[in-house]
């Protein structure tokens, strides 16, 4: 059973950064890509990027494209947010997700929905104020 862990949410001016960090626990071989979404009050959960375990290939939200940069640390067994410029249309709780199951295509918008995603984390909280 994989278990993921996010560490990182906070509190931020607009403009301002936070690093989110998932260390998963139990990832087997066949895990293909880690995900992060956000919900933010009465929204639905929304996609936010994505990277492969193996190559490290990305996958962005066109909102977050050019201000999160989304890693993984294979040997920690951790995927990190790197989110920059933050704005108030930010503020959310943070998931991670892991897609335990090979992928369908490459790397691309077919991943961007939770239902692509197999573990959940807890969540973590990201608010900016403005």
């Known amino acids: 059973q994989v278990q993921l862990v996010e560490f990182g949410g906070g509190l931020v001016q607009a403009g301002g950064s936070l690093r989110l960090s998932c260390a998963a626990s139990?990832?087997?071989?066949?895990?293909?890509?880690m995900g992060w979404f956000r919900q933010a009050p009465g929204k639905e959960r929304e996609f936010v990027a994505a990277?492969?375990?193996?190559?490290?290939?990305?996958y962005y939200a066109d909102s977050v494209k050019g201000r999160f940069t989304i890693s993984r640390d294979n040997a920690k067994n951790t995927v990190y947010l790197q989110m920059n410029s933050l704005k108030p249309e930010d503020t959310a709780v943070y998931y991670c997700?892991?897609?335990?199951?090979?992928?369908?295509?490459?790397?691309?918008?077919?991943?961007?929905?939770?239902?692509?995603?197999?573990?959940w984390g807890q969540g973590t909280q990201v608010t900016v104020s403005s």
């Open positions: 997700a892991d897609r335990g199951r090979p992928p369908t295509h490459l790397m691309g918008s077919w991943l961007a929905h939770s239902w692509e995603f197999d573990y």
């Open positions: 139990g990832r087997t071989f066949s895990s293909y890509a």
């Open positions: 990277v492969s375990w193996s190559a490290g290939i990305t």
